[in-house]
């Protein structure tokens, strides 16, 4: 018996995914609790995964082994080892049409791949500290990432290229995400505050202070005039 990771559901939530220290991914039915798919392949922990939503007929999950796996969410079948990265995968994230995977390591980049053919398409370099944070935007073609560094980056999906560094938090970054327009993005910081950010010229628009703790995670609500962010304070 050994940790669970994390855990994400498919878009109907009928069907949700676990990762574990024991080095699998699994796909339970939500209404039965019932196990239907063992993923097995990965050599260390599986610490992150996902959906590509809203299809949901693939799964990708990242892992310490340095690698992430492509797999068909029906038969459990292997469909690509995605290898490139020096260090453990800590997060990961399907481009909204399904044709793109990213994902960000400890290695400092993240890297965005081909789902049919398997392939890598770019590296994304330019932090200078682990990556714990990547999501795409809602019409996939600018990438989040949040760095131990410090800083946010946006990225232009179809060139690799770093489009603007947010800079500002006084400490690491726990979070990052786009609100559904694209327009602005949050990011949450072991500084104990969060920021909302416009993605256009990259500037900061807000501190929000309050928090005694540490940000851990912050999340737009589906219109995007309200945030929400959670400390180690305790509170949200």
Not at 103 to 118: F, L, N, R
Not at 192 to 205: E, M, Q, R
């Amino acid at each position: 018996m050994l940790p669970l990771t994390n855990c994400a559901f498919n878009k109907n939530g009928d069907k949700f995914i676990t990762g574990s220290y024991d080095r699998t991914c699994k796909v339970w039915d939500t209404i039965s609790g019932k196990e239907l798919i063992t993923l097995e392949g990965h050599k260390n922990v599986v610490y992150t995964m996902a959906f590509n939503v809203p299809f949901g007929d693939k799964i990708v999950t990242g892992s310490f082994d340095r690698t992430a796996k492509l797999w068909d969410s029906n038969t459990g079948d292997l469909i690509s080892t995605f290898g490139g990265h020096q260090m453990e995968i800590v997060c990961l994230s399907f481009e909204p049409t399904g044709f793109l995977v990213a994902t960000g390591s400890m290695d400092g980049t993240a890297k965005i791949w081909d789902v049919e053919s398997g392939t890598e398409m770019f590296t994304l370099s330019g932090h200078s500290a682990e990556i714990v944070s990547l999501h795409f935007n809602s019409d996939g073609d600018s990438i989040l990432t949040g760095s131990f560094d410090n800083t946010a980056k946006i990225w232009d999906v179809s060139t690799g290229q770093c489009l603007h560094t947010l800079k500002g938090h006084t400490s690491e970054l726990s979070c990052t995400q786009f609100d559904f327009t694209g327009e602005y993005c949050v990011t949450g910081s072991i500084d104990k505050t969060a920021k909302l950010w416009d993605v256009g010229s990259g500037n900061c628009i807000e501190t929000f202070k309050g928090h005694t703790d540490e940000v851990l995670d912050a999340c737009f609500n589906s219109t995007g005039n309200k945030l929400v962010t959670a400390s180690a304070d305790g509170t949200a």
